[in-house]
């Protein structure tokens, strides 16, 4: 595998252009701001906790990235309009919004309490169509932007004790195609990707099935039946990366997405097709 350090990528490809990424400390949302930086992009991570947002933002400066980052829970829909005007009024435009921000956990449907279950639907779907509503007269004003969403291929085939976020990101799915059409006048193209197994840190903890469920922890096993379970069960052979995720959304903000609105990307190693 190629070292994450190394881009596909012309390094200026996005030079002068700016993104807010939600969740852009940690995880995919890392890896993503990371590789758009470094083709040139002012990045904005956001997202609640300083220990994700204000420690990935000095990780990337170090490198010499142009990065800033802010508080948001993107939950609340008067301070995601604030925070989005802020920065385009800062930076003079908005070119790209990655709603990447998510939270999940395993839980029983039958005992899920109704503010579990809204949680994780008003992160996933509410902070998704906040975010994008809030980007859309920016983008409608400079002459268009991008969206991208984050999505997951577990409501594909059905995930026990998931019920809130496959309906959460179900309706990412279902959004993204709905503004795709409904503002594509303003060329504003949204789109959305859905990775397969990537274990972040995030998704260890979220993936940490409960006791006696019958659920593999799989996340939590030993690397090298890690590795034996993305050979025996990922056609493509190994886990993926945030980069496998970020190399997709670069493309999506690049000329090279200039025709494509209302996709969404599977990128998996074509896990959910082996498991269906
Ligand atoms: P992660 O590191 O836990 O990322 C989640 C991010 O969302 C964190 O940076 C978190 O930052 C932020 N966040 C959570 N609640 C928020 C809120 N209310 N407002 C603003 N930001 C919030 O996990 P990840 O694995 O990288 O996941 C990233 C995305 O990929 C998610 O959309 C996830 O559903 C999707 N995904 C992941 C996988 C996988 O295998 N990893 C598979 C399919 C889909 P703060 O805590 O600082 O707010």
Redesign the pocket.
Known sequence: MAPESDTIFRPDLLAGQVALI?????????GISELLASLGMHVVI????P???DVARDQLLAQGLSVSSIA????DQERVRTVIDQVSQQHGRLDLLVN?????FYAPSATLSPNAWKAVV???LY?TFHCSQAVYPIMKQQGGGRIVS?????HYRGWPQMAH?TAA?AGVDALTRTLAVEWAPERIRVNAI??????????R??FTPLPDSGIPDVFAAATERMEQYARDRIPLGRW?T?RD?ANMVAFLASPGGDWITGAIFVIDGGEWLAKS
């Open positions: 939600t969740g852009g400390g940690s995880g995919i949302g890392l956001a997202s609640r906790k220990e994700h947002f948001l829970d993107v939950r990447n921000a998510a939270g999940n008003e992160i996933d902070g984050t999505s997951m291929t577990l976020a990101k859905a990775p397969g197994p990537i274990p972040t840190e995030g998704v903890k979220a993926g945030p995720v």
